[in-house]
């Protein structure tokens, strides 16, 4: 379905236009202070740009001064060698799709409605906008029996935005401005929009230029990162490459958890270590024992004496095994349990624990008392965090 | 009592409130779209209220007589602030981000009105209607100062005659029209919100 819409569209546009996007010498101020100084950037035909920087940098600004909604103070921006200043404003826009975070879809009006703005002001014939809703909804796979005639109340807003994003695209506009469209999406949403996005560009070819403070989702989408602090560009380079030679203190810091960083070597215990554990008393029966597992979904507990010291460790199986009901569980204890101290450095335990072919290692605090266990998932996942970043 | 006074205090307030409604948008909107005028509009039609009906419609009779027309654009000034007013609130309370997704896909100033604000504000304009129009039912009744009939001329002729049986049925009638119009049009008010 989607070779058909390509088939019967003008959305390969005659591609021997070359909407190139190029900003000389552009300086916008808002009373003394410069958002953006003296910016000089070339954005190619069919490119994802992605703009990003700490807030304030003048990311969204540069964005808007294409399609003039804030007109620059000094420099020219052209599309397609054609300076915007000559351009009419509404025109401009019209050739222009523009996704913003707040969606900003028309509450009065249906989804279909919504979608066939632009091409209503751009006088298309009804069969052609009705059409094209038809083509941009299955794009998405949101039916247009089911959601066509809707209100954007009655959508998630994960849909709601799949729909700004169409609406985007209904006018068969070359260039496409995005302010941090998926930065009000929870981040399941967000990565499933992402990742259509991507789909998407890859089908029409559009030029993106996508405003985001994220740089995860820079990453995930950009085929060019532009990176921007106190209204200039710092860096214009390949996600790869950003992230390999970042140009400036103020990027690496930006990166931050993204950067490669192999150095585990100072991860203690404390750092790998699983804190949810089900620790009981020694002198609790055997039935509750195995009633406070089975809520916690977990097949073994550590047990510690009265003054919370570690004592060992049961397993449900050992329960059922040795244990009777009503009997303490100090009975049928298994203190042979591996520990290690939580200074203990990562290395050492995860040596320990392939040594032993224990299941997990009890953690203890320098009293004793129980701090965590490890096991080889709790390594494996702090080892991932540490290669590829801490997943929040 | 008449019916026939019934109807023509009816007329009255209807004919009046179709001129506050179109008269009271085109002022909204335009306070709304030119700031430069906004401050003028808004103050004027708050003056406007603090000036005495009866004054008014004195002032309104050098010009058209002692007419229904007098009575009517007595009316109509009188009752144009909550129109104005709330047309003008109505618009500049629209969620920015509707404002700014409209202008960003090249929609005219006239296209975002029209499409977009004008519609997006309604609930607001049609409070300020309803409120216009439950105040002219009272208004109204000063009109018979001026020769312009209606529920104000049976009421001042009872006074004269000393007929109270007249005076408390015109009295009662306009209070009935003013609550079935408050409900009437706050039952639509509560569907139009509800959307």
Redesign the interface.
């Known amino acids: 379905m989607v070779s058909v819409f390509l088939e019967n569209e003008n959305d390969a546009i005659d591609r021997e236009e070359l909407y190139m996007i190029v900003y000389e010498n552009v300086s916008k101020k808002y009373n003394d202070v410069t958002v953006v100084d003296n910016l000089s950037l070339t954005i190619n035909d069919g490119e994802f740009v992605v703009l990003i920087g700490p807030s304030g940098c003048g990311k969204t600004t540069t964005l808007k001064l294409i399609?003039k909604?804030i007109k620059m103070d000094e420099g020219t921006i052209s599309i397609d060698d054609k300076n915007i200043m000559n351009i009419d404003a509404?025109?401009?826009?019209?050739?222009i799709g523009?996704v913003?975070?707040?969606?900003?879809?028309?509450?009065?009006m249906t989804i279909e409605e919504n979608i066939s703005?632009?091409p209503k002001?751009l006088k298309w014939s009804k069969e052609k906008c009705h059409q094209r809703v038809c083509e941009l909804l299955e794009l998405v796979n949101m039916p247009y029996e089911e959601n066509a005639k809707k209100y954007p109340n009655e959508l998630s807003g994960g849909q709601q935005q799949r729909i700004?994003v169409l609406?985007?695209l209904a006018g068969e506009p070359p260039i496409i401005?995005m302010d941090e469209p998926f930065g009000a999406l929870d981040p399941i949403t967000r990565e499933n929009l992402q990742d259509e996005l991507k789909v998407l560009q890859k089908k029409l070819h559009k030029t993106i230029i996508f405003v985001t403070h994220d740089m995860d989702e820079a990453v995930n989408m950009a085929d060019k990162i532009v990176f921007m602090s106190k209204g200039k560009v710092l860096q214009v380079a390949s996600p790869e490459e950003m992230l390999n030679k970042p140009a400036d203190p103020i990027i690496s810091n930006f990166l931050g958890k993204l950067s490669f960083s192999p150095n585990g070597n100072d991860l203690t215990c404390a750092d790998v270590m699983k804190k949810k554990v089900l620790i009981v008393p020694e002198t609790k029966k055997t039935l509750e024992c195995v009633a406070l597992m089975k809520k916690r979904e977990l097949n073994s507990a550590v047990v510690v004496d009265v003054n919370d010291k570690f004592k060992g460790a049961v397993t449900i199986e050992n329960i059922r095994e040795h244990g009777k009901p009503g009997e303490m569980i100090s009975k049928i204890l298994d203190t042979q349990i591996e520990t290690v101290m939580i200074t203990t450095n990562a290395k050492e335990a995860f040596d320990k624990l392939i040594e032993t072919k224990a299941d997990y290692l009890v953690v203890l605090d320098r009293d004793k008392t129980v701090a965590g266990i490890i096991t080889g998932s709790s390594m494996t996942k702090a080892l991932a965090s540490v290669v590829w970043g801490e997943e929040n | 009592m008449e019916m026939r006074f019934v109807w023509q205090h009816l007329y009255l307030v209807g004919v009046a409130c179709v001129f506050t409604t179109i008269i009271g948008l085109v002022l909204g909107a335009t306070a709304y779209i030119f700031k430069f005028v906004r401050p003028t509009i808004l103050w004027v039609v708050d003056i406007m209220q603090t000036i005495p009906v009866l004054a008014l419609l004195g002032i309104i009779m050098i010009a058209f007589g002692a007419t229904s027309t007098t009575v009517i654009i007595g009316i109509v000034l009188y009752s144009l602030l909550p129109v104005v007013r709330n047309t003008y609130t109505g618009l500049e309370n629209i969620d920015p981000g509707i404002k700014e997704a409209a202008k960003g896909m090249g929609m005219t100033k006239l296209q975002r009105l029209f499409r977009v604000e004008l519609p997006l504000s309604f609930p607001i304009v049609f409070t300020g209607i309803r409120i216009a129009v439950v105040t002219s039912i009272g208004t109204a009744v000063f009109g018979a100062v001026v020769g312009g009939g209606g529920l104000g001329s049976t009421i001042s002729r009872a006074i004269l005659i000393q007929d109270m049986t007249t005076l408390m049925q015109a009295t009662l009638t306009l209070m009935a029209m003013a609550i079935i119009f408050d409900f009437g049009m706050g039952y639509v008010e509560k569907r139009l919100n509800a959307r």
């Open positions: 399609n909604l509404v025109e401009l826009r019209r050739k523009y913003i975070q707040q969606i900003g879809l028309f509450p009065n703005v632009v002001l700004g609406r985007a401005l």
